[in-house]
């Protein structure tokens, strides 16, 4: 389910390269965690980012989540449809749902994210420790 | 304490009764001409010189309506709400405990209730006395010689014990950047200490949800200002190695906030000054049983150690020797003035009540809060799944793991407890257990309560596998039935006219 070309970071966000351009979004499993997604907020175009730095929050009627880039970069776009229509996240994560994209500063974060089947094992690790 | 209990059987709604209609808003209930007051006539011009330009000729959508009519919609609009005054309110970290009236009667004293902020400090001896012993009852319980009353609330707490550290720190040239949080901490102290200026940064619990002191050791850097700690933590769970954490945070030359909402769990038995702790606020709406969740104002003293003192709010209230009171304005390394006058001085009159009624025995009600958590842990261990599993103190933190693969979530749990008569516990918090069923009974319960909510959760287990659609569907004997919390959401409506 997760999809084979993506990369995968522990917070639960993925990462689709095209060039130097990483669009990032939420797992499909993180999606199912929260619930259905009722707000959203996203940064301007034209902030930086570290890896790790968090550069929106995602709510849901349970709960309020910070998202986290887990590659650094400059937002060069963000999904202003997500944003009026939160619940796409929820309907199309891996695609629709997408959140923003940011010129890359380095391509070497992305090899220290996770394979496809690695989340897979990393979300089944998650789920034995509930 | 006896108290009736409901049943399932009697909550049930009689087939026979027809279901309440709607509430109309009190804007329905607006006719022409009613009114609900009637003055004198006037015996002085009806003008007061304000040009004809800015005067509206009438009130566009005035509700107009009668005193009863009022009194009619809120009194009705109360019967349809669920409160302590009815029943078990075991809405974790929250501590919904019993009001004692006591309490209310000694805060409606002419002397107290119509005394006026601005009389002078000859006429406020009264006022000023009453605010003086509880900040030294407060000091005693906690073991730090100084206390602040201002803050509002518990959140304001927070801000004004990290802004105190902060001002500590720049004025022994110190100043740092980052204030450590445990994930198991109350939500809002990573805002507080953002608000301060502060970066957060999150530390993980051990699997014992409790603090990692190698991980706590690895953060703690030169640039760490404070750790923000909750005692005991969200889940309930004491922080058995807090004297470490203490030498640790100090040995960096740190400050060790204690989030001390959770402080009925262990007033009169243990006092935080002698745990290592700098600085801790408090909630009066929730150790010293002040009215709350809709019935506050709420008020989160902050007490602190000697370092400290010289930043408190000002003014300060002080003791001459000659037994006379005053307000010490004269404190130039203050933070400042928080709030207006002394704070929610209501409050402060109730909550001395609480702690002069019980006096030296004011342990029992840590005792009695945690003795009724541990009560109702035991009795629903095995049903309910347990992620963390050390010993609770005043809260027991459940999972809905059992209940999820069955279809059946959290939400559901607590919606079914509606139509057993109980509020439902506070939900998916902690953020570290997933599907969180946070109960917190307090010390106001007695043994037939308990009892009664244990049967009801263990009869909704055995509902969420026998026949769970009627879990997912409920609650089904509410004035008002499952809502659209996501439509809501979505779909803010916030007018009543469009």
């Known amino acids: ?9 522990d917070s639960h966000e993925w990462v689709r390269v095209e060039g130097d351009v990483g669009t990032i979004g939420i797992t499909d499993h993180a999606q199912k965690q929260l619930g259905e997604i009722v707000y959203l907020e996203l940064p301007e175009v034209g902030h930086m980012y570290d890896a790790g730095d968090e550069f929106g929050t995602v709510e849901s009627v349970k709960a309020v989540s910070e998202l986290f880039t887990p590659v650094s970069g400059e937002v060069v776009a963000v999904n202003k449809g997500a944003v009026g229509e939160p619940g796409i996240i929820n309907d199309d994560p891996f695609g629709d749902g997408w959140l923003i994209k940011l010129k890359l500063s380095t391509d070497v974060e992305i090899g220290k994210l996770m394979s ?15 | 304490m006896s108290v009736e209990v409901e049943t399932p059987a009697a909550v049930a709604r009689d087939p026979r009764r027809p279901d309440p209609r709607p509430l109309p808003l009190v804007f329905e209930r607006s006719g022409e001409g009613k009114i609900g007051y009637s003055l004198p006539p006037l015996d002085v011009p009806d003008t007061i010189g304000i040009p004809e330009a800015l005067c509206r000729a009438e009130v566009a959508g005035e509700t107009q309506i009668s005193e009863v009519d009022v009194a009619r919609h809120f009194t009705r ?53 009453l605010a003086w012993l509880l900040e030294r009852a407060l000091a005693e319980l906690t073991g730090l010689p100084r206390v602040t009353l201002q803050p509002s609330a518990g959140a304001q707490g927070e801000l004004a014990g990290i802004l105190l550290v902060r001002k500590a720190l720049e004025r022994t040239g110190r100043a740092r950047k980052t204030v450590l949080i445990p994930d198991s901490a109350h939500g809002t102290n990573p805002a507080s200490a953002h ?20 991980v706590l050791e690895k953060a703690m850097t030169d640039d760490v200002a404070a750790l923000m700690l909750t005692v005991p933590n969200t889940l309930g769970i004491f922080e058995d190695k807090i004297l470490d954490i203490a030498r640790i945070v100090h040995a960096k030359g740190g400050y060790l906030y204690c989030d001390g909402a959770n402080f009925n769990a262990y007033v009169g038995v243990a006092k935080p000054g002698l745990m290592g702790i700098d600085v801790m606020h408090m909630n009066l709406h929730k150790t010293f049983s002040t009215p709350h969740g809709g ?62 009624a019980y006096g030296n025995r004011i342990g ?26 050390g010993p609770s103190m005043h809260e027991v933190v459940f999972s809905d793991k059992k209940q999820s693969e069955l279809g059946v979530s959290n939400v559901d749990i607590a919606k079914r407890l509606m139509d057993y008569g109980f ?35 263990r009869e909704i287990a055995r509902e969420c596998e026998e026949s769970p659609d009627l879990v997912r ?17 979505r779909n803010l409506v916030l007018r009543w006219r469009p």
């Open chain 1, 1 to 9: 389910m997760n999809p084979e070309d993506l990369r995968y970071a």
């Open chain 2, 423 to 457: 509020h439902p516990p506070t939900m998916s918090f902690p953020l570290i257990v997933h599907g969180a069923l946070m109960i917190e009974p307090t010390e106001t319960e007695g043994k037939p309560v308990l009892d009664a909510f244990i049967k009801a959760m």
């Open chain 2, 77 to 129: 609009l109360s019967q349809r709400n669920f409160s302590i005054d009815q029943g078990l309110y075991p809405l974790g970290s929250c501590t919904m405990k019993h009001n004692p009236r006591t309490n209310e009667e000694m805060a409606r004293l002419p002397g107290f209730a119509a005394a006026h902020p601005l009389a002078p400090e000859a006429l406020s001896q009264g006022t000023l006395e």
């Open chain 2, 195 to 214: 608000f301060a200026g502060y970066t957060v940064r999150e530390l993980k619990s051990n699997p014992r949800g409790t603090i990692d002191l190698d």
């Open chain 1, 116 to 130: 496809a089947e690695a989340y897979g094992e990393y979300v089944a690790a998650e789920e034995q420790e509930k």
């Open chain 2, 295 to 356: 019935g506050g104002p709420g008020s989160g003293p902050v007490a602190v150690t000697q370092s400290l003192v010289p930043y408190l709010p000002r003014p300060t209230v002080e003791r001459r020797a000659d037994g006379t009171f005053f307000l010490d304005y004269d404190r130039p390394e203050s933070i400042g003035r928080l709030r207006t006058f002394l704070g929610n001085y209501g409050m402060f009159v109730r909550a001395l009540s609480y702690i002069a």
């Open chain 2, 364 to 389: 029992e009600v840590a005792r009695g809060a945690v003795l009724n958590a541990n009560y109702i842990r035991a009795g629903l261990s095995g049903v309910y799944h347990l992620k963390y599993d």
């Open chain 2, 473 to 489: 569907g409920a609650p089904h004997t509410t004035p008002v039935k499952r809502v659209d919390e996501v439509g809501a959401a």
